[in-house]
């Protein structure tokens, strides 16, 4: 048994532990005995030692789970407020007026008084609310290690309330975390404690100041402190937008190449000060140790740092390791120090395009040997990269550019090549004196401009095959076959130019498969996002047309102090109805429907303008105000038309699929919310009511000219009791309403009055506040269900 089979079964035991039953450790022992009595002598051992540690690593996660078992999660429940005392363990990191940190409890009182001791410590997440600047500047002085003490609002973190978003709840739950703490900064004390973790965060802190220092441009010195000490937090939103739009994320993360640039630094000024060179290998593990720590000690940080001392160690005593059995080491070690690293993304896509690497760029450079070999390597280096990580982009962001082949090929090496070391240079001449760092620093920045400013334009191309449908669990099962096949083939000899022809024409099946040509047949598929007290609803017919109808909005603040204002501030449009739509693999809008002016409703759109194609807007056909008149001027710079329609205007996009055109009237005299679009779908003999923020004088007007009854109603305005009038309901009798409002929301939307009626006129009632996304699915064989949040 090797150790890369060690790790790989280790690994194998906890994903079975984590989405089986326990009852598969016995079924596993069972197998294994009954199959050891039909093989030969010399395979029983090895048979009984792989069945050994895949169960023992069951277990072991079993063990992990059960001493992480929260505590708290009962009062977290009800969420009451306790006194803690617990100690800080991650960086405070501060968005404006509010910091983020995690911390283990260790002890809670409800008086203040008496203290209870947790049997097993806990980690939440704390959100500390900042009132003043004094208390923002404050915040950014607190240490990991250092100590608390407050009352503070205990709560369960929400679950994901759209299909495919992120999922916060199972995202704390993999760091450990169940329980999260809200606290005002005026009701906390803090003990500082000179820790061996608060004196690497000064020191990465008081790095972070001295790039800030050499690199004048604000945008140039963020981006720096992320690409040299792995502090992400100050790269710009629209950069870190556009890196990952691209693929060129794992380029700001701490890596092996950052690992070995280090090492050949420390080796380098070791033996010019004439130590041997074995003790340098040894002080350099060490200060790779330190080096590790000082970047926050990130999963492919510590990866890293791990494997590149066992090679600097092998060294050493003069041995040599296969690289595979160095990854697996690395892995093995990392697991059993917390298991739950199994679901952190950086960790996978670490892992998994290192073993790309290590076993993918020795057969690549097989392939044309007649091209220069440093060219081959850069080549294979990149192929490899890009072929493993796509599963896992294509899974957790829906998002991978066909330009990030080329990208990567010409610029990674660039910024690894020229700015990494230069950034290094840099910081170490600044040691010495500033003016000897002017050279490195200029040279940097003009590389980087320089690489940015042609990188952002093609960041506003609209490329195809850009956004990723979510990926099937068959789909992912199949890819990782072929990862896994083609390897052990070309090891076997199959490698002959047929047979290439033939694994690319497999992984080209698997690239078209992974678009999802087919999946939606003569299905229409209508979502009622959740986005707060707001409305978004995405119609997607066959395979033909996708029309959106409106996207919510996210209502502007007050006049904020520039200390109070966050670094990436929530949008609706950015961060719900962007992320859904990419997880639906959409590119192109053939219709938008802004149904009214309200901000609520169509404030979500200027964000998707940019990145998406789109056939044509809707509109109600009044005078344009503020927002809407930005946003139709978006559309008119990008050449989109922009249209309205008349009673009784039909039209269809697929047989058994029409839309008919119900309200307003081009001259008619309503405004506000009464002048909303009112569109009717009837999709395989289903009618779906669509009312935006129509009110009562809106609703009298459809009656008036003959609404028929509908199967499905969207209820108008949240269900404020303005809308919704027995008059409506009794014309459209909708055997099913959904109702589109905020969990928690101020205005008390829906309005109990509005609910009675729903329930005298025998509707079902849907509710994203209480359910999340609602999604309908109506074919030819019916209609399909399906909310996001589990009814209560």
């Given at each position: 048994?090797?150790?890369?089979?060690?790790?790989?079964?280790?690994?194998?035991?906890?994903?079975?532990?984590?989405?089986?039953?326990?009852?598969?450790?016995?079924?596993?022992?069972?197998?294994?005995?009954?199959?050891?009595?039909?093989?030969?002598q010399n395979l029983r051992k090895r048979s009984a030692l792989c069945a050994l540690i895949l169960i023992l690593a069951g277990l072991f996660f079993y063990g992990y789970e059960f001493l992480h078992r929260s505590e708290l999660k009962p009062l977290a429940e009800q969420e009451q407020r306790v006194w803690v005392r617990a100690v800080i363990s991650s960086p405070v990191k501060r968005d404006g007026d509010v910091a983020r940190f995690f911390a283990v409890v260790q002890e809670t009182s409800e008086d203040h008084r008496y203290w209870n001791q947790l049997q097993t410590t806990e980690c939440i997440l704390i959100r500390v609310k900042l009132a003043t600047f004094e208390e923002a500047k404050s915040v950014e002085q607190w240490r990991r290690g250092s100590e608390l003490v407050g009352r503070i609002?205990?709560?369960?973190?929400?679950?994901?309330?759209?299909?495919?978003?992120?999922?916060?709840?199972?995202?704390?739950?993999?760091?450990g975390v169940q329980v999260t703490g809200e606290v005002e900064f005026k009701n906390l004390r803090i003990n500082e404690y000179d820790t061996l973790w608060a004196r690497f965060q000064s020191w990465q802190d008081a790095g972070a100041a001295r790039i800030e220092r050499l690199f004048p441009d604000p945008e140039v010195a963020g981006y720096m402190k992320s690409l040299l000490l792995g502090l992400g937090q100050d790269v710009t939103p629209e950069m870190e937008e556009m890196y990952s739009y691209l693929g060129l994320s794992h380029v700001l993360a701490i890596s092996g190449l950052h690992v070995t640039l280090v090492s050949n630094m420390f080796m380098w000024c070791l033996e010019r000060f004439g130590i041997g060179r074995r003790w340098a290998l040894i002080i350099t593990i060490c200060l790779l140790t330190g080096y590790v720590l000082l970047v926050g000690a990130s999963s492919s940080a510590v990866r890293s740092g791990l494997m590149g001392g066992v090679?600097?160690?092998?060294?050493?005593?003069?041995?040599?390791?296969?690289?595979?059995?160095?990854?697996?080491g690395a892995l093995i070690v990392m697991l059993s120090f917390n298991p739950y690293q199994l679901w952190h993304i950086g960790f996978q896509l670490s892992f998994a395009v290192t073993l790309g690497l290590i076993i993918y760029v020795p057969y690549s450079l097989q392939v044309f040997v007649r091209v220069p070999v440093w060219i081959r390597t850069l080549v294979a280096v990149t192929f490899a990269a890009q072929l493993v990580s796509f599963p896992f982009l294509v899974y957790?962001?829906?998002?991978?550019?066909?330009?990030?082949?080329?990208?990567?090929?010409?610029?990674?090496?660039?910024?690894?090549?020229?700015?990494?070391?230069?950034?290094?240079?840099?910081?170490?001449?600044?040691?010495?004196?500033?003016?000897?760092?002017?050279?490195?620093?200029?040279?940097?920045?003009?590389?980087?401009?320089?690489?940015?400013?042609?990188?952002?334009?093609?960041?506003?191309?609209?490329?195809?095959?850009?956004?990723?449908?979510?990926?099937?669990?068959?789909?992912?099962?199949?890819?990782?076959?072929?990862?896994?096949?083609?390897?052990?083939?070309?090891?076997?000899?199959?490698?002959?130019?047929?047979?290439?022809?033939?694994?690319?024409?497999?992984?080209?099946?698997?690239?078209?498969?992974?678009?999802?040509?087919?999946?939606?047949?003569?299905?229409?598929?209508?979502?009622?996002?959740?986005?707060?007290?707001?409305?978004?609803i995405v119609v997607e017919i066959a395979n033909k047309k996708v029309y959106l109808i409106d996207a919510g909005g996210t209502m502007p603040f007050s006049t904020r102090e520039t200390w109070q204002e966050k670094r990436d501030p929530f949008e609706v449009g950015k961060d719900v109805v962007l992320p859904f739509l990419m997880a639906r693999g959409i590119e192109k809008i053939d219709r938008v429907v802004m149904t009214h002016g309200d901000m609520d409703h169509i404030g979500g759109i200027a964000a998707l303008v940019p990145r998406f194609a789109f056939g044509e807007v809707i509109v109600n056909g009044r005078s344009p105000q503020e927002k809407e008149k930005e946003i139709l001027r978006l559309f008119r710079d990008k050449g989109v038309p922009i249209l309205t329609g008349s009673p009784g205007q039909t039209w269809s996009d697929a047989p058994g699929v029409e839309w008919k055109w119900l309200h307003p009237g081009q001259t008619s005299v309503y405004a506000g919310n009464d002048a909303s679009v009112v569109l009717q779908l009837t999709a395989h003999q289903t009618t779906v009511l669509f009312t935006g923020d129509v009110e009562r004088n809106g609703e009298m007007n459809l009656v008036k000219n003959g609404l028929r009854p509908v199967d499905i109603l969207k209820v108008a305005?949240?269900?404020?009791?303005?809308?919704?009038?027995?008059?409506?309901?009794?014309?459209?009798?909708?055997?099913?309403?959904?109702?589109?409002?905020?969990?928690?929301?101020?205005?008390?939307?829906?309005?109990?009055?509005?609910?009675?009626?729903?329930?005298?006129?025998?509707?079902?009632?849907?509710?994203?506040?209480q359910q999340g996304a609602i999604t309908l699915v109506i074919s030819p064989r019916g209609l399909t269900w399906k909310t996001q949040i589990t009814d209560t």
């Open positions: 048994m090797t150790v890369f089979g060690a790790g790989i079964l280790m690994m194998a035991g906890m994903l079975l532990s984590a989405y089986l039953h326990p009852a598969w450790l016995l079924v596993a022992a069972g197998l294994s005995a009954a199959l050891a009595g039909f093989m030969p609002q205990l709560s369960v973190p929400s679950p994901a309330r759209n299909p495919h978003a992120f999922d916060y709840s199972r995202y704390l739950y993999w760091q090679g600097l160690a092998c060294q050493a005593l003069g041995a040599r390791l296969d690289g595979k059995q160095v990854w697996s957790h962001f829906h998002q991978f550019s066909p330009l990030s082949w080329l990208v990567n090929l010409i610029v990674t090496p660039i910024l690894s090549i020229i700015v990494l070391p230069l950034g290094y240079i840099a910081i170490v001449l600044g040691l010495i004196h500033p003016a000897l760092s002017i050279w490195p620093v200029n040279l940097s920045s003009f590389v980087l401009n320089w690489v940015h400013k042609p990188l952002f334009g093609l960041q506003h191309l609209e490329i195809p095959f850009t956004y990723w449908p979510h990926p099937s669990w068959w789909w992912l099962f199949l890819y990782t076959i072929l990862l896994i096949v083609v390897p052990i083939l070309w090891k076997l000899g199959l490698h002959r130019r047929r047979d290439t022809i033939l694994y690319v024409a497999f992984l080209f099946i698997l690239l078209v498969a992974a678009r999802q040509p087919f999946s939606a047949g003569d299905e229409v598929r209508i979502t009622f996002l959740d986005v707060g007290q707001g409305d978004s305005h949240h269900g404020s009791k303005t809308s919704s009038s027995e008059a409506l309901l009794a014309a459209s009798s909708p055997k099913v309403a959904i109702i589109s409002a905020g969990a928690n929301n101020r205005y008390g939307h829906p309005s109990p009055d509005v609910l009675k009626r729903l329930k005298k006129a025998g509707s079902t009632v849907y509710r994203t506040d």
